[in-house]
């Protein structure tokens, strides 16, 4: 398997790759951090990893997209597999002060992997064989006080790919949306550990599962599905006066 991994330095990014590099997949991964995809790279080869390229990229300058893309197909001659895994939790108070803020969120959260998904499918499109996998967010089901303007971007995202799975599903290719819940990750670490925090080990096997199931929207751990069927139910006037 060829794998590119968008975002490779983060905690679940690392938890799949690690799951494929058993499997001694090809995997190209793209981070802004050298040290950090040095550190992941190196891991992933001791893990079995039939081969692992790095490519430093700042997700948020769209106009190198393309090139990144060329450079892994290019790199691995070919690609089976995509997981789009980058994104910030930003600060939902200075992003409603600044709206400046608000829009650096929506292109690191949205704008971005819509410009990643929508090459990728083309990519993958005439070939008729593919699976593009995106990490979105349970905060995407429904718009919370507390954050909204990452909420939004996820939710935009997530029509996104229900609309890009339909697209593609008439050239068999995979388009799965992943959904987690809280995660104990570097990205969480402001906030309150609680019996809902999900490790990323866990979080990691469920999309390695999931991506090679070609599944369509996985929740992960599973419990955050009916958890947010029971958000979505609850009437408008009633959920504005909950403090979540």
Not at 59 to 85: K, P, W, Y
Not at 119 to 128: D, H, S, T, V
Not at 211 to 218: A, D, F, N, Q, T
Request: aromatic share 6%.
């Amino acid at each position: 398997m060829k794998i590119l991994i968008i975002g490779a330095t983060s905690a679940i990014a690392h938890e799949t790759a690690k799951c494929f590099a058993k499997d001694g997949a090809e995997l190209f991964l793209v981070g802004r951090s050298s040290e950090k995809l040095e550190a992941v790279q190196n891991d992933l080869k001791v893990r079995g990893a039939k081969r692992a390229e790095s490519y430093l990229l700042d997700i948020s300058q769209l106009d190198r997209h393309q090139a990144m893309i060329q450079s892994a197909i290019e790199t691995l001659d070919g690609l089976d597999m995509v997981l789009i895994a980058h994104g910030t939790l930003g600060d939902q108070r200075l992003s409603q002060e600044n709206v400046t803020k608000t829009l650096e969120e929506f292109t690191t959260n949205c704008t971005s992997v819509i410009s990643l998904a929508t090459l990728l499918a083309n990519y993958f499109e005439p070939r008729k064989h593919g699976c593009i996998a995106v990490i979105s967010s349970v905060a995407g089901d429904r718009g919370r006080p507390s954050n909204y303007v990452y909420g939004a971007a996820k939710g935009a995202v997530t029509v996104f790919l229900q609309g890009l799975r339909s697209r593609m599903a008439k050239s068999g290719v995979a388009v799965v949306t992943i959904k987690p819940g809280f995660v104990d990750t570097p990205m969480t670490a402001s906030i309150r550990k609680g019996p809902l925090f999900a490790s990323p080990r866990k979080v990691g096997e469920g999309i390695y599962h999931a991506m090679l199931k070609g599944k369509e929207v996985v929740y992960l751990p599973w419990f955050w599905r009916p958890i947010l069927l029971i958000v979505k139910s609850i009437p408008e006037p009633v959920f504005k006066k909950l403090s979540i």
